[in-house]
């Protein structure tokens, strides 16, 4: 027994000394109100951290469905407006907990879902950050098969010394365990510190992207047929083609929005948090989808097809004896996009995974343990194989939409209409009976009341979704399912407090400690440090003597 001890006890992440079983199963470091010397994200970062979590291939080719459902050029790039658009207000209402407070999403979900209510919606965030880091691991090795392409021409003819049973080959395999091994030093920086990573995208990808839009018109002598191409789609068709497309947009971002607090808990001031991304959020999605459009429609008069995956793109540049120059253009736009997919696998997946299983596992876990958790597990799930079945892939996703909408109703209903900014700090660590966030044994029956019934309104057209006949209402309430998701969670939630009240309800919006944490912890410190002053004194006393 001494043994297994010692083995916990040297995986055990840095802790106060003496805390009960309970106190270390809701916190650690980590989890804690991020330190003033830590709330180093200006207005400038978030800026940045859009960019790089925007230029990517995903966000390249999203409009691609769109046109290809017989939309043209214009009507889906107005789909973008409206979906990215529309998510930016929740994106933004969500966040300020975060910035005001400065604490994380597992944390800010605590006080809707209660101590232990909240780790179903943490686990469900983890899971998916796992599963989605695997995904943009494996896009960017094929940024990384075109970059040594455009080195070493011979790598696209290496021999296959694997089996047909693993659904890759070596030459795959070998460009997406380089981009993941590439990926891994970035992991190790915490939060406060990644911000400057993400400040080289913004200089980086507006350059190879405007570089390989001019390129694709230059060669095709003009924008192609795409933008001239009018629209297939005529009134009700259209419309609910665009709904269902905005709703896209929508889902693309439905896990960002639902953990913004994660990002913004750094913020110096929560205005840092709030304008910025109001702004960058909407307008950088949109530029990313008008380069993708302009170059797809390029590419069509070039080759005769449009080609919506800029890698496969550029993989076309290099075939027929390329010449130095396009090898070279080649290969610095493929690394701009790898560096790109680097950033978003960061920003969208490793950090939150490390939030979330840190507060699954304080105990064992802190934010870089997390993060290379999430790491393994994308590499070890092949990913690859997840996407060959891409149309099953994409729905489960869309259904995931619901889940997160519905959280998302919850928490900004608690922290809008509920409680009105007031929030005690101390209490989100506490599980003691009476505390504000305990409600029952640790979970709120009003927020998983709300949160199931946000699920259920959708249930009926996701089954329609996966291919069942379902009424055409249950169709149409599903194409909305972010909203009906949000709203419905929304309303019960708010229904079911003014029913059964819960402690700390307000009448009044202040954002306000009740607890006044941080006062406290200042106070502590300033002893701290003034304990350490005398005792300094004391032994240049003792020396002079």
């Given at each position: 027994?001494?043994?297994?001890?010692?083995?916990?006890?040297?995986?055990?992440?840095?802790?106060?000394?003496?805390?009960?079983?309970?106190?270390?199963?809701?916190?650690?470091?980590?989890?804690?109100?991020?330190?003033?010397?830590?709330?180093?994200?200006?207005?400038?970062?978030?800026?940045?951290?859009?960019m790089a979590d925007m230029?990517?291939?995903?966000?390249?080719?999203?409009?691609?469905?769109?046109?290809?459902?017989?939309?043209?050029?214009?009507?889906?790039?107005?789909?973008?407006?409206?979906?990215?658009?529309?998510?930016?207000?929740?994106?933004?209402?969500?966040?300020?907990?975060?910035?005001?407070?400065?604490?994380?999403?597992?944390?800010?979900?605590?006080?809707?879902?209660?101590?232990?209510?909240?780790?179903?919606?943490?686990?469900?965030?983890?899971?998916?950050?796992?599963?989605?880091?695997?995904?943009?691991?494996?896009?960017?090795?094929?940024?990384?098969?075109?970059?040594?392409?455009?080195?070493?021409?011979?790598?696209?003819?290496?021999?296959?010394?694997?089996?047909?049973?693993?659904?890759?080959?070596?030459?795959?395999?070998?460009?997406?365990?380089?981009?993941?091994?590439?990926?891994?030093?970035?992991?190790?920086?915490?939060?406060?510190?990644?911000?400057?990573?993400?400040?080289?995208?913004?200089?980086?990808?507006?350059?190879?992207?405007?570089?390989?839009?001019?390129?694709?018109?230059?060669?095709?002598?003009?924008?192609?047929?795409?933008?001239?191409?009018?629209?297939?789609?005529?009134?009700?068709?259209?419309?609910?083609?665009?709904?269902?497309?905005?709703?896209?947009?929508?889902?693309?971002?439905?896990?960002?929005?639902?953990?913004?607090?994660?990002?913004?808990?750094?913020a110096r001031t929560p205005?840092?948090?709030?304008?910025?991304?109001?702004?960058?959020?909407?307008?950088?999605?949109?530029?990313?989808?008008?380069?993708?459009?302009?170059?797809?429609?390029?590419?069509?008069?070039?080759?005769?097809?449009?080609?919506?995956?800029?890698?496969?793109?550029?993989?076309?540049?290099?075939?027929?004896?390329?010449?130095?120059?396009?090898?070279?253009?080649?290969?610095?736009?493929?690394?701009?996009?790898?560096?790109?997919?680097?950033?978003?696998?960061?920003?969208?997946?490793?950090?939150?995974?490390?939030?979330?299983?840190?507060?699954?596992?304080?105990?064992?876990?802190?934010?870089?343990?997390?993060?290379?958790?999430?790491?393994?597990?994308?590499?070890?799930?092949?990913?690859?194989?997840?996407?060959?079945?891409?149309?099953?892939?994409?729905?489960?996703?869309?259904?995931?939409?619901?889940?997160?909408?519905?959280?998302?109703?919850?928490?900004?209903?608690?922290?809008?209409?509920?409680?009105?900014?007031?929030?005690?700090?101390?209490?989100?660590?506490?599980?003691?009976?009476?505390?504000?966030?305990?409600?029952t044994y640790g979970i709120?029956?009003?927020?998983?009341?709300?949160?199931?019934?946000?699920?259920?309104?959708?249930?009926?057209?996701?089954?329609?979704?996966?291919?069942?006949?379902?009424?055409?209402?249950?169709?149409?309430?599903?194409?909305?399912?972010?909203?009906?998701?949000?709203?419905?969670?929304?309303?019960?939630?708010?229904?079911?407090?003014?029913?059964?009240?819960?402690?700390?309800?307000?009448?009044?919006?202040?954002?306000?400690?009740?607890?006044?944490?941080?006062?406290?912890?200042?106070?502590?410190?300033?002893?701290?440090?003034?304990?350490?002053?005398?005792?300094?004194?004391?032994?240049?006393?003792?020396?002079?003597?």
């Amino acid at each position: 027994m001494g043994l297994i001890k010692r083995i916990v006890q040297s995986i055990e992440v840095t802790h106060e000394p003496n805390l009960t079983l309970t106190e270390q199963l809701i916190t650690n470091d980590d989890l804690l109100p991020v330190e003033p010397e830590k709330r180093t994200w200006r207005g400038y970062n978030y800026v940045a951290f859009w960019m790089a979590d925007m230029f990517n291939i995903n966000m390249w080719v999203i409009v691609s469905s769109m046109i290809q459902l017989g939309m043209s050029w214009w009507q889906a790039w107005i789909c973008v407006w409206l979906g990215y658009g529309i998510a930016t207000p929740f994106l933004v209402l969500n966040a300020r907990p975060g910035a005001v407070f400065h604490v994380t999403f597992p944390i800010v979900n605590r006080t809707s879902f209660g101590m232990f209510g909240s780790l179903w919606c943490v686990f469900n965030r983890a899971a998916m950050a796992c599963i989605w880091y695997g995904v943009q691991a494996s896009i960017g090795g094929s940024c990384v098969l075109v970059m040594l392409r455009a080195m070493w021409p011979s790598i696209n003819d290496l021999s296959n010394s694997m089996p047909a049973s693993s659904g890759t080959n070596t030459r795959d395999y070998l460009c997406f365990f380089l981009f993941w091994l590439i990926s891994l030093p970035v992991i190790w920086f915490p939060v406060h510190k990644v911000r400057h990573f993400f400040l080289v995208i913004p200089i980086l990808m507006p350059i190879a992207s405007i570089t390989f839009l001019v390129w694709c018109i230059v060669k095709a002598h003009g924008i192609g047929p795409i933008i001239h191409q009018p629209s297939k789609l005529h009134g009700s068709r259209l419309g609910w083609a665009m709904v269902v497309s905005s709703m896209s947009c929508i889902a693309n971002k439905v896990t960002l929005v639902t953990n913004a607090p994660d990002f913004a808990s750094r913020a110096r001031t929560p205005s840092a948090a709030l304008y910025p991304q109001l702004f960058a959020f909407p307008l950088t999605a949109s530029f990313v989808c008008l380069i993708g459009i302009l170059v797809s429609s390029s590419s069509q008069a070039i080759y005769g097809t449009a080609i919506w995956s800029p890698m496969q793109l550029l993989g076309n540049f290099l075939n027929d004896n390329p010449s130095n120059a396009t090898r070279f253009g080649v290969w610095f736009i493929s690394a701009s996009f790898m560096i790109a997919q680097i950033g978003t696998n960061i920003s969208a997946n490793s950090v939150s995974a490390g939030c979330d299983l840190t507060a699954l596992f304080p105990r064992f876990i802190n934010f870089r343990r997390g993060g290379y958790i999430a790491a393994t597990v994308g590499l070890a799930m092949c990913p690859w194989n997840i996407m060959k079945n891409s149309n099953e892939f994409t729905s489960y996703l869309s259904a995931y939409t619901v889940f997160q909408s519905s959280v998302a109703g919850v928490m900004v209903t608690e922290y809008y209409v509920i409680r009105k900014g007031h929030y005690n700090v101390k209490d989100l660590y506490s599980a003691k009976k009476g505390s504000w966030y305990w409600y029952t044994y640790g979970i709120n029956f009003r927020a998983y009341t709300a949160y199931i019934a946000g699920i259920l309104i959708n249930v009926v057209g996701f089954a329609g979704a996966t291919g069942r006949t379902v009424p055409l209402a249950a169709t149409r309430i599903y194409d909305l399912s972010f909203f009906t998701g949000f709203g419905v969670s929304a309303l019960i939630y708010w229904a079911l407090n003014l029913i059964f009240p819960v402690v700390g309800a307000a009448d009044k919006f202040e954002e306000i400690d009740v607890s006044e944490y941080e006062c406290e912890v200042s106070s502590s410190r300033g002893v701290e440090e003034m304990d350490i002053d005398m005792k300094d004194v004391g032994s240049e006393t003792a020396s002079e003597k």
